[in-house]
């Protein structure tokens, strides 16, 4: 049996037991499942939050229609697919919203990072994926999945890239080498 014939079986198996009220096994299917639907958010253009917002509608939207899945196998296909059209929905979207000025808002003292902290953060963050958009397309999907994951699954991995799931750590390997390089680079220009 491929290796994507026994992930679809886990999540069938994951998505049973949640269907008969397993909240751990529900739980595990979240853990698993999140990063690959944040990466699919991501990769269509959406924002942190925004791909955030995506993604917990699709986990929503799983909950709404659980014992209407008519195949468990397909699990990820079809959370993949929720996710994608839910960001297509909302990058589409012509809606603005407008930000409400509460005066009592303004009362309220600021405990957030100072102005020079944020700038701080903002200027590593803006570095880091400056560097990470100079690596190819397949290191880019991999690190997106891969960073937002305690442990990543390499089953997951592997049907989410298309990729031998033996080749996995070695392709990581060389592409967090080549962000280390891109981000010394980058650290050595402004020295």
Known sequence: MPDTSLHHA????LLQAARNGDQARLADLVDELTPLL???ARAQGLDRDTSSDVVQTAWLKLLGAIGEIRSPMALTSWLVTVTRREAWRVRNATRMEVP????LFAELPDLGPTPEERRVKVEGIRQLWTAVSTLSDRCQQLLRIIAFTRRPDYDT???ALGMPKGSIGPT????????????????AEES
């Open 157 to 159: 991995v592997s049907a």
């Open 172 to 187: 990581r390997g060389r592409c967090l080498a080549k962000l280390r390089d891109a981000l010394s680079a980058d650290f």
């Open 38 to 40: 944040w990466q699919v």
């Open 100 to 103: 409400a000025k509460d005066v």
């Open 10 to 13: 886990r999540m069938a198996d």
